[in-house]
């Protein structure tokens, strides 16, 4: 609630990991038209909020939302956080878009997926996110900065 009000809070590791994929490719949000597909109300309205701070124009999509496709289509970058293997193929991007693959889900043979149907949104992507081993070890990782700085105040 703080945040989304504007007052200064320790951000989201997942928000920051997030932001340190994009910076990692160099992507300027500024002006640029970001999708968010995910299930989950808060993170919808968090992330969102830091998109739109940093200049980005925000779509939102739920995992049945008749729009999908419009919306990834015309997004430069594609946020996704629906737990559902697949989901995201590379028919469903601006050419050259960026994925950032935050959902993950059990398979029945034990593995691991993400939304996104590798094989082909490589083919269309300027970068991408995998699952496993992507956004999760990165929000870890985030998690642990926000320990420290809140350590050492």
């Known amino acids: ?30 002006g640029r038209t970001v999708a968010i597909l995910a299930k989950d109300g808060v993170l919808r ?12 124009h925000v779509v939102v999509a739920a995992p049945r939302d008749a729009n999908l496709a419009q919306k ?24 050259d878009a960026v994925v950032i693959d935050v959902g993950i889900t059990r398979k029945p043979d034990g593995t691991f997926a993400g939304d996104m149907d590798a094989a082909s949104v490589e083919k269309v992507a ?3 996110t995998p699952t ?10 985030m998690l642990l900065e926000n320990v420290y700085e809140l350590a050492i105040t």
Do not use: H
Request: proline share 8%.
């Open 1 to 30: 609630a703080k945040y989304l009000a504007g007052q200064p809070v320790i951000v989201s590791p997942l928000i920051r990991a997030i932001e340190r994929a994009l910076a990692a490719e160099t992507v300027e949000l500024k």
């Open 45 to 56: 309205k968090t992330l969102g909020k830091f998109l739109v701070d940093a200049g980005a």
């Open 72 to 95: 990834t289509k015309a997004a430069d970058v594609v946020v996704s956080a629906i737990g559902r293997p697949g989901i995201i193929t590379g028919s469903l991007l601006k050419p």
């Open 126 to 128: 300027a970068a991408y």
């Open 132 to 141: 496993p081993g992507g956004i999760g070890p990165l929000t870890v990782a």
